[in-house]
C-alpha cells in the first residue's frame, strides 16, 4: 500500500535539530519531511513526526508568538512581526495531517491492468486524433502509464496549449476523446498469432516500431491484444476485460516529454505522453495532491533555487557540478563519513581515476560491464580507461606486501570518484549520472570471522544513515544473476552468510532472486524519493579476490585466500545528496545548512558591526554571512526564500549593547541575546541536536 501524509513541509530550527533516538523496534524510521509511498505492509513505511516532538514544538511556538519583545525601533518590530505571522499561517495551512492509503501496482493487480488497459486506449486515441502517428511502447508504471509516439514535433504554441490544459484539466481533446472510448465499453480481446501473421498485420499498418519489437520478441506465438475491433498491439496483457471497467473519473493526463527511442540519443526523438490512472476519484485526488508536494520537492528546482549544484551543457550530461552551498553540504557529510569509519575501524586510501585496461580485463568488467565502461585511451601505446568501480584499487592496496592470518580483520575505505556510461535519455538529476563519487569499502577477513563482520557493516550502515533522519529502509537480499562468475560452492557460502547476518540483525528483508552483481550476491538497502521512487543507497556483497589471486599465510605456514567483503553505505553522494534534499524538502537541518545564520543590518549604518558578529560566528565555526542592501522586510524574505534556519536582525539598540535580534525562519523572532549567548545556543543546537534552540 502507498501511504501519503499531508503534513507541514517545513519544519523550524529545532525541529531541523532534531536527536534521532535508536528505534524500539528494530527496523523503524522517522522520515517527517518526506511523503513517500511505502514498501508491503511487512516493510510498512511511518511519515509520521513524533507525537512528543510536534507537542513541544507548538508549545514552543504558541509561546513565542506571544512573547516578540524587540530592542529595535518599533517601525522595525512591525515590519518583523507581520512577516512573522504570514510565516506562521503558511505552516499552520500545511499542519494538519490528512492519512491517506493508495494501492500501488503491486498491491492491486486491478489497478496495474487498469493502467496497462489506459496506455492502449490513450494510443489508441492519439492514432484517432493524429493518423500518421507511430505506436512505440506503452507500459505501466508506478503511478500511471505513459506512451511513446513517432509524430511531428508539437510547436511550442501546441506544447503551450496542452501543458496549460494538463496542468489543470488536462488535455481536453485527448481525455474527450478516451472518455468516449472508455464509455463505450469496448472488449479487451486476447489473440494468439503466428510469427509471419504478425509481420503481415505490422506491414499492413506501417508500423516499423512495433517490426522492431516483434523481431526482439523470441517467444512464439505472438500475442495480440484488441480494443473491440478498432485497434490492436502486440501485448503480452494483462488487460481489465473491457473499457467499462475503467472509471474515467480517475484518469487524468499529466505532461507531455521528448524520450529517444529505447533511450539511446543516437535513434530518433519521440512524444512521451504520460498519464495516471487509479481505482477511485478520490485515489486520483490524493495522488495528485502528493504529485504538488513532490513537485515542490525536487531536487532539480531546489538545488538551482538554492544554488547547490548544476549540470553545465558545455561539460556534458550526468556531470555534475558542485556549487559553493552545495559543497558545504558534501563536506559536511564526507566528514562525518570519514570519523564514523575510522571509529569502526576502517583506513582510508585515494587511489587513481584512471588504470591500464588489462587492469579491468583481469577484474571481469570488460567481460561484464563493459557497456558501462567509457571507451579505452591509447596513451605511450598503451590502453588506459576511466574506473567504473573502486574494488580493483583496494585489492592492489592488499597485494602490496604479504600478509597473515594474524592482520585480519583489515579494512579499506575510500570516497572515490568512479566514471559509468549511461545513456542521455536515462540521465537524471543527481539520481542518474555519469561521473559521481562511491563510498566504497573492503573488507578481507578470515572465513570464521565473516558474520561479525557483515553484522559489523550493517551497524556502521544504520548508525550512518540515522544521523542523516533515516532509519528504516527496503531490504532486499539479491542472488546470482544469469551471467556471473565464480562457482556454485562460493556463491552459495556467500549468499548464506549475507542471510545469516540478516536473520541476526533481525530485519524484514525479501529474496530478489538473480538480482546480485555479478561477481557475488549482495545485501541492498533502498530509500524512496518525494516521487515514491526507490533508490539504492547501501550495498554489501561479496567480491570474488580468486580473479586476483590474493592470498594470506595461515597458522600453518600456507598460502590461503581470504575473504572479501564488499560494501558501499551512501552509496554515490551526489545521488543520496539528491535523496537528502527531498527529504527535507531543502530546509536542512542546523547542522547541515550551508549558511546557518545570516545576520541582517536595519541600515548600512550598522554593517560595520554586522561584519563583525559575523566574523566571531565563523570564528566559532558557525557557518554565517551579511546580507544587505534592501528594506530589512525584504531581507528577511529573501533569507526565507534561501531557507536560512537563523537570522540576527541588528539595529542601533542591538549595537549599543552588543546583541542581536534573533529570528527563526520558522519560530519567528526570538528575542534578543548577546552574541556569545547567541554562539553558544547554534553550537549547542549543531552538537547535541536538540529540539529546542532556547534550551526548553
Not at 242 to 266: F, H, P
Request: proline letters at 4%; a neutral charge.
Amino acid at each position: 500500500m502507498v501511504v501519503l501524509h499531508r503534513m507541514a513541509a517545513s519544519h523550524s530550527l529545532f525541529v531541523s535539530s532534531l536527536r534521532f533516538s535508536n528505534p524500539k523496534t528494530r527496523n523503524s524510521f522517522v522520515n517527517p519531511f518526506l511523503f513517500l509511498p511505502s514498501l508491503p505492509l511487512k516493510t510498512f513505511i511511518s511519515i509520521s513526526r513524533r507525537r512528543s516532538s510536534l507537542n513541544k514544538t507548538r508549545a514552543y511556538d504558541k509561546k513565542h508568538q506571544t512573547n516578540r519583545e524587540f530592542s529595535t525601533p518599533s517601525a522595525v518590530a512591525t515590519d518583523l512581526t507581520e512577516t512573522s505571522i504570514e510565516a506562521q499561517e503558511n505552516i499552520q495551512k500545511e499542519n494538519p495531517v490528512e492519512k491517506v492509503v493508495l494501492p500501488t501496482n503491486d498491491s492491486s493487480e486491478k489497478l496495474l491492468r487498469i493502467r496497462h488497459t489506459c496506455a492502449h486506449v490513450m494510443a489508441m486515441a492519439v492514432q484517432k486524433l493524429f493518423p500518421d502517428a507511430k505506436v512505440t511502447i506503452g507500459p505501466w508504471i508506478d503511478n500511471g502509464f505513459y506512451y511513446d509516439f513517432d509524430m511531428e514535433p508539437l510547436t511550442d504554441k501546441d506544447l503551450k496549449r496542452i501543458k496549460k490544459e494538463m496542468a489543470s484539466k488536462t488535455s481536453i481533446q485527448f481525455l474527450s476523446l478516451i472518455d468516449r472510448i472508455i464509455s463505450r465499453n469496448l472488449p479487451l480481446v486476447r489473440e494468439e498469432v503466428a510469427r509471419d501473421e504478425a509481420q503481415k498485420r505490422i506491414i499492413t499498418i506501417n508500423e516499423p516500431y512495433k517490426m522492431e519489437i516483434l523481431e526482439s520478441i523470441k517467444e512464439d506465438p505472438i500475442t495480440i491484444y484488441h480494443i473491440g475491433n478498432e485497434w490492436w498491439d502486440l501485448c503480452a496483457g494483462p488487460h481489465v476485460d473491457s473499457t467499462g471497467n475503467i472509471n474515467k473519473k480517475a484518469v487524468e493526463l499529466e505532461s507531455v516529454a521528448g524520450a529517444y527511442w529505447r533511450g539511446d540519443e543516437k535513434k530518433p526523438m519521440l512524444q512521451r505522453i504520460y498519464g495516471t490512472a487509479w481505482e477511485t476519484e478520490e485515489q486520483l485526488k490524493a495522488y495528485l495532491h502528493f504529485k504538488e508536494e513532490a513537485k515542490r520537492r525536487d531536487h532539480r528546482r531546489i538545488g538551482q533555487d538554492l544554488d547547490l549544484f548544476s549540470i553545465q551543457d558545455e561539460a556534458g550530461g550526468g556531470l555534475v557540478f558542485w556549487h559553493p552551498k552545495g559543497a558545504v553540504v558534501r563536506h559536511i557529510i564526507e566528514d562525518l563519513w570519514k570519523n564514523v569509519h575510522i571509529q569502526h575501524g576502517y583506513d582510508l586510501l585515494y587511489t587513481p581515476h584512471v588504470a591500464r585496461a588489462d587492469l579491468w580485463k583481469i577484474s571481469g568488467h570488460l567481460d561484464f560491464y563493459k557497456e558501462n565502461m567509457y571507451d579505452q585511451m591509447e596513451i605511450e601505446d598503451e590502453l588506459y580507461q576511466l574506473r567504473p568501480m573502486n574494488c580493483p584499487y583496494h585489492i592492489l592496496v592488499y597485494k602490496r606486501k604479504l600478509h597473515s592470518y594474524r592482520d585480519f580483520p583489515i579494512r579499506v575505505a575510500e570516497l572515490g570518484t568512479v566514471y559509468r556510461y549511461e545513456l542521455s535519455g536515462s540521465l537524471h538529476g543527481l539520481f542518474r549520472v555519469r561521473g559521481f563519487t562511491q563510498d566504497d569499502a573492503h573488507i578481507f577477513c578470515l572465513e570464521d570471522q565473516i558474520k561479525d563482520e557483515i553484522r559489523g557493516v550493517l551497524d556502521l550502515t544504520e548508525e550512518l544513515l540515522l544521523r542523516f533522519g533515516f532509519d528504516k529502509y527496503e531490504v532486499n537480499l539479491s542472488t546470482r544473476p544469469e551471467k556471473s562468475v565464480g562457482s556454485d560452492d562460493i556463491w552459495e557460502k556467500a549468499t548464506a552468510a549475507l542471510k545469516d547476518a540478516l536473520d541476526c540483525k533481525g530485519w524484514d528483508y525479501q529474496i530478489d532472486e538473480g538480482g546480485g552483481a555479478f561477481y557475488g550476491p549482495k545485501i541492498d538497502l533502498k530509500i524512496e524519493d518525494a516521487l515514491g521512487r526507490k533508490w539504492q543507497c547501501s550495498t554489501v556483497d561479496f567480491n570474488l579476490p580468486q580473479r586476483f589471486d590474493i592470498t594470506y599465510v595461515d597458522s600453518n605456514s600456507e598460502k590461503k585466500q581470504p575473504i572479501m567483503i564488499h560494501r558501499a553505505v551512501l552509496g554515490s553522494l551526489e545521488r543520496f545528496f539528491g535523496v537528502l534534499i527531498e527529504h527535507y524538502a531543502g530546509d536542512f537541518p542546523l547542522w547541515l545548512s550551508p549558511i546557518q545564520a545570516r545576520v541582517l543590518p536595519v541600515t548600512d549604518t550598522q554593517l560595520e558591526y554586522c561584519n563583525e558578529v559575523v566574523k566571531r560566528l565563523k570564528a566559532s565555526n558557525i557557518r554565517a554571512e551579511v546580507c544587505h542592501g534592501e528594506r530589512l522586510p525584504k531581507l528577511i524574505r529573501n533569507a526565507e526564500k534561501q531557507k536560512i534556519p537563523l537570522m540576527a536582525v541588528v539595529g542601533p539598540k542591538e549595537v549599543e549593547t552588543q546583541s542581536v535580534t534573533v529570528r527563526s525562519r520558522f519560530a519567528g523572532e526570538l528575542g534578543t541575546m548577546t552574541i556569545d549567548d547567541f554562539m553558544s545556543r547554534i553550537k549547542s543546537s549543531i552538537e547535541n541536536r536538540i529540539t529546542d534552540f532556547a534550551g526548553n
